[in-house]
């Protein structure tokens, strides 16, 4: 018997219509465990790299992690895992909400999507009973707006549903899929609506078996009760609203510069306030004791969700109050655009009108103030009218698209991919790395296990390292040595962005949130989730025989696997940079430097790709042997 896992995956072929229920593979889930790691394997073996992203040969793949739908609490995580049309490359999103652990309950740990259906289609599943529908009547029809639509015409109110709006329709390269009070964002949509599929429905009933339940239900009835008495333990941006306001004084502004003298205690009050009278309540994810996101009826808008950080990301880059960034959700987020990218786009698109690269040609009647520019390009971008054809594209491409000195504006892309405009004095060495190797969409998907600055005062310094778990004692001394205004050493950097980055691939392969685990130390908080104590979730729940040292080699596994496909697409140590003004102060030695550690920590050669003996080491000989034939290694 399989134990928390259904051992079945879902292939379907959009193009022919052909439904397959598949057995999985369980060596690989020995191997990678679940979710973004076992997609990471069907990627390599089945998209090549010459292979385009707009292809019917490229895959979408929804995965449950291998503990979604289990007693752990926060175990919900749905991954999203396709070739990306913007980089060309490997692109990851996740979701929480109710949909993962559905998909099991219906027998299903995967949906493997191939081809491209010639009309506008949706997914129902039902257990066994699994259709491809007709969603000609619900083209144009906003995401959430589709997913009631669906639940009337099937019936059911406890169908979960994940839908595109008119973003991923259009192709448009930020478009999110959205599902209720969660989303996947950083580009994956826009494949789900170049398959011509606009939502998929699911509906399960089934049981599904863990290897100890007894002993598993114990120590998940004491997480839930120290996550729930634990203020640290979950997302301080859910009801600490004062705190995740102040993020405004250093991150205020669009991706040219800050807006230092922004802020004050009477702006502050009065966002909270506002904050108040749109709330409609807060809402949880499945099996989890944090209300972290909250309903939000802004007047005119349909009611929706706040998600994360996306309550600042239109104000931040229109120079315009939270009303306005209440407002705006409302409106992309049914159109399904990426809360992170869309802003991006659009303040760069007004950079280039303010310097006469984008003219009253380019933008017909163009509002003069922020808030109107924002909510005419949002118009322009999601239908790909005029300009918004190739905003639609994103930044990078759009500005080699448009010439005429656009690609000076090109200051806030990473690897050609839109990031969140935190601007800062001083380089931050960790995060230099995390941002220049990180294989995922943004730095918010690798950053988190360690606190991002020092804690000033010596002797708060002290107690916190005394009840930090979580962490090895490596990092406890580096915690405790670490000084305000001075760098980590590069030892202690290289060592931080990789106990980061793997901490979120132990997530994504488990499909734990990572306010419990990979991202608390962000803020300073003690992860309840974390390398220690997860083996032990992992062996009740699956039967796996697991200790962190062996945790720790899956998640090197699934980090070398996705750099694999992306050293094949053509990524090397040339691409490995962060944004160009990320940092007023920069020293390029000393980056090329920490690159150089870094590789060598990770077992990779000069040029950033992986040894052999590293590929062997992680039981990745497949990938050896793949370099070998292409001639990889011997062209760097």
Request: net charge negative; hydrophobic share 35%; with cysteine.
């Amino acid at each position: 018997m399989k134990y928390a896992e259904t051992g079945f995956d879902l292939e379907i072929d959009l193009s022919t219509g052909n439904i397959e229920r598949a057995s999985s593979d369980e060596k690989l889930t020995a191997l990678h465990l679940g979710g973004q790691g076992t997609a990471a394997k069907l990627l390599w073996d089945r998209v090549p790299p010459d292979v385009d992203a707009f292809s019917p040969d490229n895959l979408l793949i929804f995965s449950t992690g291998l503990l979604v739908g289990t007693q752990v609490p926060g175990a919900n995580r749905t991954v999203v895992n396709t070739i990306s049309p913007q980089t060309d490359r490997y692109s990851h999103s996740i979701f929480g909400g109710y949909f993962g652990p559905e998909l099991k309950y219906a027998g299903y740990d995967k949906i493997i999507f191939r081809g491209k259906s010639p009309t506008l289609v949706y997914l129902f599943i039902s257990n066994d009973k699994v259709e491809i529908r007709d969603a000609g009547h619900l083209q144009g029809k906003g995401a959430s707006e589709t997913a009631e639509h669906i639940r009337m015409e099937l019936n059911d109110q406890a169908v979960q549903v994940a839908a595109i709006g008119l973003a991923g329709e259009n192709r448009c390269y930020m478009a999110t899929i959205e599902h209720d009070n969660a989303s996947a964002s950083r580009g994956v949509g826009v494949i789900m609506g170049d398959k011509r599929l606009k939502a998929i429905a699911v509906r399960g009933t089934r049981d599904l078996y863990v290897a100890k339940p007894a002993e598993l239900f114990q120590i998940c009835s004491r997480m839930i009760k120290d996550i729930g008495n634990n203020p640290d333990a979950g997302d301080t941006m859910a009801h600490g609203e004062g705190d995740e306001f102040h993020v405004v004084n250093f991150a205020w502004g669009n991706a040219r510069e800050r807006r230092r003298d922004f802020w004050n205690k009477e702006i502050e009050e009065s966002w909270i306030s506002l904050e108040d009278k749109l709330r409609m309540r807060w809402t949880a994810c499945f099996n989890c004791p944090k209300d972290c996101h909250q309903a939000i009826h802004y007047p005119g808008r349909r009611p929706y969700f706040q998600k994360c950080y996306s309550k600042l990301t239109y104000a931040m880059a229109a120079y315009e109050d939270l009303a306005f960034d209440y407002d705006i959700i409302g409106v992309t987020q049914e159109y399904g655009l990426d809360a992170y990218a869309t802003p991006q786009v659009m303040a760069f698109a007004i950079e280039l009108y303010e310097a006469g690269i984008l003219t009253a040609q380019d933008l017909p009647e163009f509002p003069a103030d922020g808030a109107g520019r924002f909510f005419y390009l949002v118009e322009k971008i999601v239908r790909r009218e005029g300009i918004g054809d190739v905003l639609a594209n994103g930044v990078y491409h759009a500005a080699r698209q448009i010439g005429r000195g656009a690609e000076a504006y090109d200051h806030n892309t990473m690897k050609k991919f839109e990031q969140v405009p935190i601007k800062l004095s001083m380089i931050n060495y960790p995060y230099f790395l995390m941002y220049a190797t990180g294989e995922k969409m943004g730095i918010n998907q690798i950053e988190g296990s360690y606190p991002q600055v020092p804690i000033a005062d010596k002797t708060q310094r002290e107690e916190f390292v005394k009840g930090w778990d979580a962490a090895p004692e490596r990092f406890k001394k580096w915690l405790l040595e670490w000084e305000p205004r001075q760098h980590p050493s590069p030892e202690a950097s290289v060592n931080i962005a990789d106990w980061n980055e793997t901490m979120h691939y132990v997530d994504d392969a488990i499909g734990t949130c990572a306010f419990l685990s990979s991202f608390r130390g962000q803020f300073g908080g003690r992860p309840p989730y974390h390398i220690h104590n997860l083996p032990e979730f992992i062996s009740l729940a699956n039967g796996m025989d697991l200790d962190s040292e062996g945790l720790w080699k899956i998640a090197a596994r699934n980090r070398n696997l996705v750099r694999a496909i992306n050293i094949r697409r053509g990524l090397r140590r040339v691409d490995e940079a962060p944004p160009a003004d990320q940092w007023k102060k920069r020293d390029p030695q000393a980056e090329q430097d920490l690159l150089d550690k870094y590789y060598e920590f990770k077992g990779w050669n000069n040029d950033g790709i992986p040894t052999a003996q590293t590929l062997d080491m992680l039981d990745l000989s497949y990938v050896k042997e793949d370099f070998v034939h292409r001639g990889i290694f011997g062209n760097t």
